[in-house]
């Protein structure tokens, strides 16, 4: 299993990646291997606010249907279109490809609380 260094976690299997005021945001290599094959995203709009933690779409595989929650509070400035066409990217490249949303950070201090790689890789249970 796929912890990059780079990235903070959520205890629900989301990852954000800091870009600035940004953050990209997708589920974790763990979260797709759990799910297996993804099928159907339900995609936020863009211009939507969440707060952290709160469920900003779902995620649909062949096991099973999942909420995806924002890892902070913030709005959505983007979605990655892609993934109407190809839901499977997430299988195949969670941590690239299959980004899910892009966020306008509206409080950095979420940042905090969320897992580092360890947090994570100790969360799930796996040696980092």
């Known amino acids: 299993m796929n912890?990059?260094?780079h990235l903070r976690y959520t205890k629900d299997h989301e990852w954000i990646r800091v870009e600035g005021?940004?953050?990209i945001v997708g589920i974790t290599d763990y979260a797709q291997g759990e799910l297996g094959d993804i099928v159907f995203v339900e995609l936020p709009g863009k211009g939507?606010?969440?707060a952290q933690g709160q469920s900003f779409g779902t995620i649909?595989?062949?096991k099973a249907v999942s909420d995806m929650f924002l890892p902070v509070t913030g709005e959505i400035v983007d979605v990655?279109?892609?993934l109407g066409n190809a839901p499977e990217l997430i299988n195949?490249?969670?941590?690239g490809?299959?980004?899910i949303v892009k966020v306008k950070?509206?409080?950095a201090a979420d940042l905090g609380n969320l897992f580092d790689a360890a947090g994570y890789a100790s969360h799930v249970g796996q040696a980092h």
């Open 21 to 23: 005021e940004f953050g």
């Open 80 to 82: 990655n279109a892609n």
């Open 97 to 99: 490809e299959g980004w």
């Open 3 to 5: 912890i990059p260094d």
């Open 105 to 107: 950070i509206s409080n």
């Open 48 to 50: 939507a606010s969440f």
């Open 60 to 62: 649909e595989a062949v």
């Open 92 to 95: 195949k490249d969670p941590y």
